[in-house]
């Protein structure tokens, strides 16, 4: 059957010398994973690998058959033309770090139309915006209210947060139970959205402690998550 859908790429795996597997995220059917035969060697054909770039927003018309696991491909055009994301050298770091998040958290074959926006919207932020060190932050943190492990609201004055309980509270409850600046910082992510992220001000170190603490926060939350393996060169590139 050809349909047409829209698209935006997960993450891809080699497979043979001139094949790829793309990992893609839908707005009609949630999670599905294509075949492109030939890709990496075809010069002339209409599918090219640099369509398929770690987030990269996709039309894709397709031959879907709904019994198999991996679909075919018959054509696909750009969603959205990026200037910056896969040129950048902090931006397509950004990218691949959450690449290999959305890889871990992204399995339902079904759709989510409000993260499938959530996505969209806020990668075309990060392409059109100069000052992303934050970006990431924010992203992991409005993302885990679509993944359904929001931190429940502050009451109150409550100075610490509980990472196993995924609430705050005014006197610590058990070992996970967190103070000081990474709880401050939470608190204001839970409450910005893209246009209010400039009023963030962090230092490197506390950048990359917030990122641990959260990451930890999901690894608990979210079964089968790990800590991305491009954390180390985000950090780097972020020094």
Known sequence: MLTKCQAIVISTLKYGDSDLIAKCFTLERGTVSYLLRGVLKSTKGKLKAAYF???????IEEYYKPKNSLQSIKEVKLACHYTSIHV????????????????????????????????????????????????????????????????HPPKGTQAYFNLNEARFEAIPSDL???????????????????????????????????LNMFLT???????????????EVLNKLFA
């Not at 079964?223 to 954390?231: D, E, N, T, V």
């Open 53 to 59: 770039q770690p987030l990269t927003q996709l039309y």
């Open 88 to 151: 950048n050298v902090m931006k397509s770091s950004i990218a691949l770090f959450l690449s290999e998040v959305l890889t871990s958290v992204l399995k339902e074959e079904s759709p989510q139309e409000d993260l499938f926006s959530y996505l969209s919207t806020s990668l075309q932020v990060l392409d059109y915006e100069e000052k992303v060190a934050n970006f990431h932050l924010l992203f992991l943190v409005q993302l885990s209210k679509y993944l359904g492990v929001f931190p």
């Open 176 to 210: 996970t139970s967190i103070e000081g600046r990474n709880v401050t910082v939470l608190m204001q992510l839970m409450a910005m959205d893209f246009n209010s992220l400039s009023e963030l001000k962090l230092n490197v170190a506390e950048r990359q402690s917030f």
């Open 217 to 231: 926060y999901l690894e608990i939350h979210i079964i089968g998550f790990k800590k991305p393996r491009s954390l």
